[in-house]
T-cell receptor, first 111, second 117 residues
Framework: GEDVEQSLFLSVREGDSSVINCTYT??????LYWYKQEPGAGLQLLTY?????DMKQDQRLTVLLNKKDKHLSLRIADTQTGDSAIYFC???????????FGKGTSLLVTP | DAGVIQSPRHEVTEMGQEVTLRCKPI?????LFWYRQTMMRGLELLIY????????DSGMPEDRFSAKMPNASFSTLKIQPSEPRDSAVYFC???????????????FGSGTRLTVV
């Protein structure tokens, strides 16, 4: 199937901005998503962006989409220790209804 | 709404035993998905249903795995016989049909952690 790639780890200091990156290969992707998974929990939808947009902002979260390069990023402003979790990038193609996930980026926020 | 409800939260079983995982989707959601999560392979889609009908089961690893959705409010994933390599966290998720082509993403349950010894 099509690939969604993410870096595995990111460590930032509390109060700094975090940027989590994702690349995908399916050019027919219509929606791209960011999910958050805390230890022992399911995945929680954080935000999504439609492929005809290049930016979406929601409080501390900013999603940037470069459709030409098939690159998606999630920026978390003023990162807090409660933001420590695994963040998953996912895409859905125009032809299907199943989300294709990356392997997740573990974000560690240190005091 | 209570969200997507999975049971049990944890299951420990011996190799060769039958295991049944259960899921109650959000009322009104007509898509239901079963995913498996492991450290090595990440999140893998096993099967998904639309209006209780299986649409894509190409991710089901072997004939030992089977899934059913007898009605809109209940689904099961069964492994028979279970093997140690089936140890993973199994997630159920549900989604409504997007209107005008808009997709809402999924709502996930808390998962069932399966350990086969």
């Amino acid at each position: 199937g099509e690939d969604v790639e993410q870096s595995l780890f990111l460590s930032v200091r509390e109060g700094d901005s975090s940027v989590i990156n994702c690349t995908y290969t399916d050019s027919s992707s219509t929606y791209l998503y960011w999910y958050k998974q805390e230890p022992g929990a399911g995945l929680q939808l954080l935000t999504y962006i439609f492929s005809n947009m290049d930016m979406k902002q929601d409080q501390r979260l900013t999603v940037l989409l470069n459709k030409k390069d098939k690159h998606l990023s999630l920026r978390i402003a003023d990162t807090q220790t409660g933001d420590s979790a695994i963040y998953f990038c996912a895409e859905i193609s125009n032809s299907g209804y199943a989300l294709n996930f990356g392997k997740g980026t573990s974000l560690l926020v240190t005091p | 709404d209570a969200g997507v409800i999975q049971s049990p939260r944890h299951e420990v079983t011996e190799m060769g035993q039958e295991v049944t995982l259960r899921c109650k989707p959000i009322s009104g959601h007509d898509y239901l998905f079963w995913y498996r999560q492991t450290m090595m392979r990440g999140l893998e889609l096993l099967i998904y249903f639309n209006n209780n009908v299986p649409i894509d089961d190409s991710g089901m690893p072997e004939d030992r795995f089977s899934a059913k959705m007898p009605n809109a409010s209940f689904s099961t994933l069964k492994i028979q016989p279970s093997e140690p390599r089936d140890s993973a966290v199994y997630f159920c998720a549900s989604s409504p049909t997007g209107t005008g082509g808009r997709h809402y993403g999924y709502t996930f349950g808390s998962g069932t952690r399966l350990t086969v010894v």
